[in-house]
């Protein structure tokens, strides 16, 4: 016999519009008439799975001209949980049976990138599996969803973890090493990126200059709460909106002056050039989170960006992409170790974009296994602001070519431009 609570959940999964009939692969949407009549039987606790069933085989959908239509019985066991990143999203807390359509779960999870599809396997549950279209979506979605309650799903408490492919029938699940080879292994040193104008020193602060600056910046009442992270701004804020900094905040800390002076002196590649950083920004990240691929904004901020990593370690991916091209022509990535310092100057500054991807451990070249990241990562991004347009060699990649002469002219026009 079914529970009373099993079966007053499927009688709200009869009564949504997308509780549907399943022939051959193909879902067939339900009258309201027969809706109706299958919340009642379901809500008879005399009514069994099987006396459902055979209500459902016997009767013919009018409007689609189909014989005997069975109601779809998936199985209740949810889909293999993954333990490395895949494009595929077990999602639990939403679903017909809570009021939240799959179309909600589509719109809401296409902020992170192209959705392909949700799988309700079972409209009496709140859960689906939702199949992003790249893995580095999936992983950006699954930091920003997971634990969460979002309105427009309902304000419900949401379980999200990486799953197994909900379409695939037979055979073993993949194991975790195969899964890993969709990563983009790390290497431990610039000289071996591939990736011209990245220079990476190691050990650029010692423990105790890394204590005090952490000290610092964490007794500053200033921090702003974004998602998944936290950040602090010195010198000029940076504006989320418009991507470039022009209002004063509060002045560099004192410790600024005599780092930016040793990585002036350091020799790599437009190093020479921190000594005029005005602007910092501070980014505290918790394990597993990280931020999207970019490339800062040209007509913003000078040819050299320097990243400091304290407290933990994570990996910076490169990816280069021509000619409009939605996939990476190249990949390269590199670990950074805490208390050292990465330098990004020329083509690594303007023509590759850069990101953090979002994940708990990261594979380096030539190890065979992943190395697991801190709890905690704060990173000190030191930045020069520029005035005028940018005059770089690379004008597919920049704001200052292309019409942008006319999007800083709007910028001036809204005391934006920098």
């Known amino acids: ?36 009549a299958l919340r009642s039987f379901a809500l008879n606790p005399a009514v069994n799975a099987a006396t459902t069933t055979q209500l459902a085989t016997s009767v013919t959908d009018e409007r689609c001209h189909r014989s005997p239509l069975a109601i779809v019985h998936p199985p209740l066991s949810k889909p293999r949980h993954s ?34 599809g949700v799988d309700m396997f079972d409209p009496s549950m709140a859960r689906c599996v939702v199949t992003m279209s790249r893995v580095e979506d999936a992983i950006a979605a699954q930091a920003a969803t997971h634990e969460t309650c979002r309105p427009d799903l309902g304000d419900r408490r949401l379980w999200v973890r990486f799953s197994s492919d909900p379409n695939a029938t037979g055979g073993e699940p993949e194991s975790r090493a195969k899964q890993e080879e ?20 190691t050990d650029f602060v010692t423990e105790e200059e890394e204590r005090e ?10 921090w702003q709460g974004l998602a998944k992270r936290r950040v602090l701004h010195y010198g000029y804020a940076f504006d989320y909106g418009t991507r470039d900094a022009r209002d004063k905040t509060s002045p560099m800390p004192a410790f600024v002056a005599g780092l930016l002076g040793r990585a002036a002196s350091c020799g790599a590649p437009g190093a020479c050039e921190s000594v005029h950083c005005d602007q910092l920004t501070v980014n505290e990240y918790v394990a597993g989170v990280g931020i999207a691929p970019h490339v800062d904004t040209h007509s913003a901020f ?24 939605k996939e990476p022509r190249e990949r390269r990535a590199i670990s950074m170790p805490p208390r050292s310092l990465l330098v990004l100057h020329g083509e690594a500054r303007y023509r590759w974009l850069h990101y953090i991807p979002h994940r708990k451990r990261d594979a ?10 801190e709890e905690r990562r704060v990173s000190f991004t030191f930045r020069r602001r520029r005035e005028g347009a940018c005059g770089c060699e690379w004008p597919e990649a920049c704001d200052s070519r292309e019409g942008a002469a006319q999007r800083l002219k709007d910028r001036e026009g809204r005391g934006l431009a920098s």
């Open 182 to 201: 969709t990563w983009c292994a790390a290497t431990r040193d610039s000289a071996t990126l591939g990736v011209p104008g990245v220079t990476l020193i």
């Open 1 to 36: 016999m079914v529970s009373r609570e099993r079966t007053e959940a499927l009688a709200r999964s009869f009564a949504h519009p997308e509780f549907f009939f399943h022939e051959g692969g193909h879902g067939v949407p339900l009258s309201k008439e027969f809706r109706d």
């Open 364 to 373: 380096i070249v030539g190890e065979d296994e992943c190395e697991a990241r």
């Open 83 to 116: 333990l490395a990143p895949t494009r595929f999203l077990f999602v639990n807390g939403v679903g017909p049976c809570v009021g939240v359509s799959t179309e909600a779960v589509r719109e809401s999870f296409g902020e992170y990138g192209d959705v392909d």
């Open 213 to 222: 600056m952490l000290a610092c910046v964490d007794s500053d009442e200033r």
């Open 302 to 325: 000078g040819p050299t960006i320097l990243s400091l990593s304290l407290a933990g370690r994570a990996v910076m991916e490169f990816r280069l992409h021509e000619g409009g091209e």
